[in-house]
């Protein structure tokens, strides 16, 4: 097998991935009210129960960095997404409240270790093709959550049990995540990159990391505020009815599908630095429209800006961190990894207390200045070369496979 032919099998391979942990995780958020119903946790008990899944996701990123210097990340990925969709499996399947803590602690405990695996082999890769392929993965993911929130509304709407919903997603995904897996491609040399001795991050060299860690954390941050308080914010402040309130989020999701299935495109041509700046203005700019909006209509076209803004901030944090440390990306990807679940942590809280001391209006003010950092940290998301465009792979002579021409494109 040629190397093209292999890097695209395994471009495509991961690229389902991706999909399938979207689908999955789709599956399990918009079902929380029927697992509290199902189970009888309480209000005060629900974030408990929330919050241990990135905490626990928070230890096996952690996990995995040491994990991949033993075995490779496409073995961690391998057995690590069977493991999530067994453990979506087991919520819907027990009857007492110690069977969904478990299984919930099976899901974070499995899903940290598959979003840095999964996010160390796109680092690779993206480094292997010689050009911006990160944002098509998370397009994927992003298409994942778009039919798995379907799913889970169909499942709602037919009054299906969440373990009769759940099954027909796990038994159809898991055997071909299984199959998919044969075709994961590690980068060549995984002691060295680029001539580089892997020298891993000790205290001085995380502290380049810093900036991009501090990014993703804000731009999760965002994310979580549209999940989790878009529709209330569009029915208690903006006075929509309990229909209409549901759309910003579905909205948000296919803006950050689109932004990030061109996304690409834009790196190639304008370079990281440059996308990563207009996404943040652009989400921002979402945030500020939000906030002063007067109706309904105004509010939905600000969820817009924020998805079109974000979508591509993290995908660019991740490739971002695969260049600053071409001799350790697995181990800066694992590290900033966790930033994704500190702000999902933040998040949510943040917002509601902000709101409930002040105003829903002020609330959304909060994530807009903390999206705001990124502009302070642009440059650390590469020089004018971090493009990864036609020239570059000119450059890069044989080391750049061009996947443009009849391509597996995610």
């Given amino acids: 097998m040629t190397d093209d032919v292999r890097l695209r099998r395994g471009r495509g391979a991961l690229g389902f991935s991706f999909f399938v942990q979207g689908v999955t995780f789709a599956l399990l958020v918009t079902r929380i009210p029927a697992i509290q119903d199902r189970y009888g946790i309480s209000d005060?008990?629900?974030?408990?129960?929330?919050?241990?899944?990135?905490?626990?996701?928070?230890?096996?990123?952690?996990?995995?960095?040491?994990?991949?210097?033993?075995?490779?990340?496409?073995?961690?990925?391998?057995?690590?997404?069977?493991?999530?969709?067994?453990?979506?499996?087991?919520?819907?399947?027990g009857e007492r409240l110690w069977h969904v803590a478990v299984a919930l602690g099976a899901f974070g405990l499995s899903v940290?270790?598959?979003?840095?695996?999964?996010?160390?082999?796109?680092?690779?890769?993206?480094?292997?093709?010689?050009?911006?392929?990160?944002?098509?993965?998370?397009?994927?993911?992003?298409?994942?959550?778009?039919?798995?929130?379907?799913?889970?509304?169909?499942?709602?709407?037919?009054?299906?049990?969440?373990?009769t919903g759940y099954l027909p997603a796990v038994a159809v995904l898991l055997p071909l995540a299984l199959l998919g897996s044969r075709y994961y491609v590690d980068r060549a040399g995984r002691t060295a990159s680029d001539g580089l001795p892997d020298k891993g991050l000790g205290a001085g060299r995380f502290a380049l990391l810093l900036p991009l860690c501090l990014v993703m954390a804000c731009a999760y941050i965002g994310d979580s505020t549209v999940a989790n308080w878009s529709a209330?914010?569009?029915?208690?402040?903006?006075?929509?009815?309990?229909?209409?309130a549901t759309v910003p989020y579905n909205v948000y999701m296919?803006?950050?599908?689109?932004?990030?299935?061109?996304?690409?495109?834009?790196?190639?041509?304008?370079?990281?630095?440059?996308?990563?700046?207009?996404?943040?203005?652009?989400?921002?700019?979402?945030?500020?429209?939000?906030?002063?909006?007067p109706g309904?209509?105004?509010?939905?076209?600000?969820?817009?800006?924020?998805?079109i803004g974000l979508c591509v901030i993290v995908p660019q944090t991740f490739a971002a961190a695969g260049r600053l440390f071409p001799g350790a990306s697995d181990t800066a990807v694992a590290r900033l990894n966790i930033f994704n679940y500190v702000g999902f942590l933040i998040g949510s809280p943040l917002v509601g207390a902000v709101g409930d001391a002040w105003s829903?209006?002020?609330?959304?003010?909060?994530?807009?200045?903390?999206?705001?950092?990124?502009?302070?940290?642009?440059?650390?998301?590469?020089?004018?070369?971090?493009r990864y465009g036609v020239d570059h792979e000119r450059r890069a002579g044989d080391r750049a496979v061009d996947v443009g021409r009849g391509g597996n494109g995610v």
């Avoid at 209330?232 to 209409?244: H, I, W």
């Avoid at 309904?296 to 998805?307: E, I, N, P, S």
Wanted: no cysteine; charged share 10%.
């Fill in 296 to 307: 309904v209509w105004t509010g939905m076209l600000g969820f817009t800006l924020l998805g």
């Fill in 360 to 386: 829903y209006r002020g609330a959304m003010l909060v994530p807009m200045v903390l999206v705001l950092i990124t502009l302070f940290h642009a440059r650390s998301f590469g020089p004018r070369e971090a």
């Fill in 44 to 93: 005060g008990l629900l974030p408990v129960f929330l919050a241990a899944v990135p905490v626990l996701a928070g230890v096996t990123s952690v996990a995995a960095e040491h994990l991949v210097k033993r075995v490779a990340p496409s073995v961690v990925l391998r057995w690590a997404q069977p493991l999530v969709l067994l453990s979506l499996l087991g919520v819907g399947a």
């Fill in 112 to 163: 940290g270790a598959l979003d840095a695996s999964m996010n160390m082999l796109g680092v690779s890769l993206q480094r292997s093709y010689g050009r911006s392929i990160m944002l098509g993965f998370h397009a994927a993911y992003s298409l994942g959550g778009i039919l798995g929130a379907s799913a889970a509304w169909y499942g709602a709407h037919a009054h299906l049990g969440l373990f």
């Fill in 232 to 244: 209330k914010y569009l029915q208690d402040v903006l006075g929509s009815s309990e229909q209409t």
């Fill in 254 to 293: 296919v803006t950050t599908l689109v932004g990030r299935a061109v996304g690409d495109l834009g790196v190639r041509r304008f370079g990281a630095v440059a996308v990563v700046r207009a996404g943040t203005l652009l989400a921002a700019s979402g945030f500020a429209v939000v906030a002063a909006a």
